[in-house]
């Protein structure tokens, strides 16, 4: 899988990491996009399935805090997921910093696959 070559060698993490932390990404914008942009999404990265399979439960305490973040709406929703994002990457042993490495690479590889404006779609849900 090129995305997860490209984000084991820029990032120096394990496969299990890349697929892990690319798959909770993806699994984050498959719950936020229609059915439509998320298909325009999944068809620039060959085995998107495989990816999302590979994501850890975004569980625990960010996990709470993501879902009370999202119920309050707003702004505090993009925080709640992104704190839920975080709470999955610590269970592949990744700081929560990681969060801000693996997204552009992600949001890139998508644009160079499958053009801007599918980019612009991924990147909408991310920011």
Known sequence: MELVQM??????VSEEQAKGGSGLILKMAKEKLDAGAFSQVAGAIPG?????????????VAGGLGGMMSSIGGGAGKLGSLASLAGGFKGLNLGSDM????IPIVV???RSKGGDGVGKILESVLK
């Open 99 to 102: 969060v801000g490495k693996f």
């Open 48 to 60: 998107v399935d495989n990816l999302i399979t590979a994501a850890p439960e975004a569980g625990g």
């Open 7 to 12: 984000l084991m060698s820029q990032l120096g």
């Open 108 to 110: 890139s590889f998508v």
